[in-house]
C-alpha cells in the first residue's frame, strides 16, 4: 500500500520561503511522478507542477515558474516542494500526489495523497 | 490551458435518489484523460474515476463517469449519506493539468 506522509504545519513571514517534504513508502518512487497540489482555504485545487524522481526534471504551471522549485531524493524517497516570495495568497494547504496514467510533462491522474501541509503566510 | 466547468455549484438532493454532475471542457480532453475526485472536509481528495469511464480500485460501482470531448458527467445512482462532499474534475491530457472549480452536494 503506497502511503505519502508530509511534513508539519509552517508559519511564514511574507517575502521568505518554505520547503515542504513528502515522504514515500509502499511502492517505486521512482519512475513514479510526483505532483504537488494546493487549495487555498475554502477554494479549489490547484495543480503547481510535477516531476519524475528517475529523470529528475520538474515541470510547473506557468503561474508558479521562477517561485517553485520541486525537487526528489530517491534515496530517501521523497519529494520537496520549495516556494519563494510568500505572499498572503499563498496560504493554502499543499498536497503531494502520485501521478499516473499520464506521459510527462502531462501530471497524469492522481490514486495516492498526502495527508497535507498547512502553510500559513502572516506578519 | 484547460479551462474546466463543473455544473452546478451546489446540488441538494435526498438519500437514495440519483445525482448527475458535470464537467466541461474549453477545448477537446485528448484521449479522455478526464478523473474525478471526492473531497471531504478536512480530507485529502480520493480519486473516483479515471480515464472518463474507469472506476478506481474500491470505489463502489454506484459511482460512473461518462464522456468525452469536452463534455463529462459524473453519475452517483443511488446517493448513501457518505456521499455527499465537494467533487472535483481533472484533466490530465495536457500540461497544465487542470482542475474544475468543484461541485458540492449537499444533503436535501
Known amino acids: 500500500q503506497v502511503q505519502l506522509v508530509q511534513s508539519g504545519a509552517e508559519v511564514k513571514k511574507p517575502g521568505s520561503s518554505v520547503k515542504v517534504s513528502c515522504k514515500a513508502s509502499?511502492?517505486?518512487?521512482?519512475?513514479?511522478?510526483i505532483s504537488w497540489v494546493r487549495q487555498a482555504p475554502g477554494q479549489g485545487l490547484e495543480w503547481m507542477g510535477g516531476i519524475i524522481p528517475i529523470f529528475g526534471t520538474a515541470n510547473y504551471a506557468q503561474k508558479f515558474q521562477g517561485r517553485v522549485t520541486i525537487t526528489a531524493d530517491e534515496s530517501t524517497s521523497t519529494a520537496y516542494m520549495e516556494l519563494s516570495s510568500l505572499r498572503s495568497e499563498d496560504t493554502a494547504v499543499y498536497y503531494c500526489?502520485?501521478?499516473?496514467?499520464?506521459?510527462?510533462?502531462?501530471?497524469?491522474?492522481?490514486?495516492?495523497w498526502g495527508q497535507g501541509t498547512l502553510v500559513t503566510v502572516s506578519s | 490551458e484547460i479551462v474546466l466547468t463543473q455544473s452546478p455549484g451546489t446540488l441538494s438532493l435526498s438519500p437514495g435518489e440519483r445525482a448527475t454532475l458535470s464537467c466541461r471542457a474549453s477545448?477537446?480532453?485528448?484521449?479522455?484523460?478526464l478523473a474525478w475526485y471526492q473531497q471531504k472536509p478536512g480530507q485529502a481528495p480520493r480519486l473516483l474515476i479515471y480515464?472518463?469511464?474507469s472506476r478506481a480500485t474500491g470505489i463502489p460501482d454506484r459511482f460512473s463517469g461518462s464522456g468525452s470531448g469536452t463534455d463529462f458527467t459524473l453519475t452517483i445512482s443511488r446517493l448513501e449519506p457518505e456521499d455527499f462532499a465537494v467533487y472535483y474534475c481533472?484533466?490530465?491530457?495536457?500540461?497544465?493539468?487542470?482542475f474544475g472549480q468543484g461541485t458540492r452536494l449537499e444533503i436535501k
Open positions: 480515464g472518463a469511464s
Open positions: 481533472q484533466q490530465y491530457g495536457s500540461s497544465p493539468g487542470t
Open positions: 500526489a502520485r501521478g499516473v496514467g499520464g506521459s510527462f510533462p502531462e501530471p497524469g491522474y492522481f490514486d495516492y
Open positions: 477545448q477537446s480532453v485528448s484521449s479522455s484523460y
Open positions: 509502499g511502492g517505486t518512487f521512482s519512475s513514479y511522478a
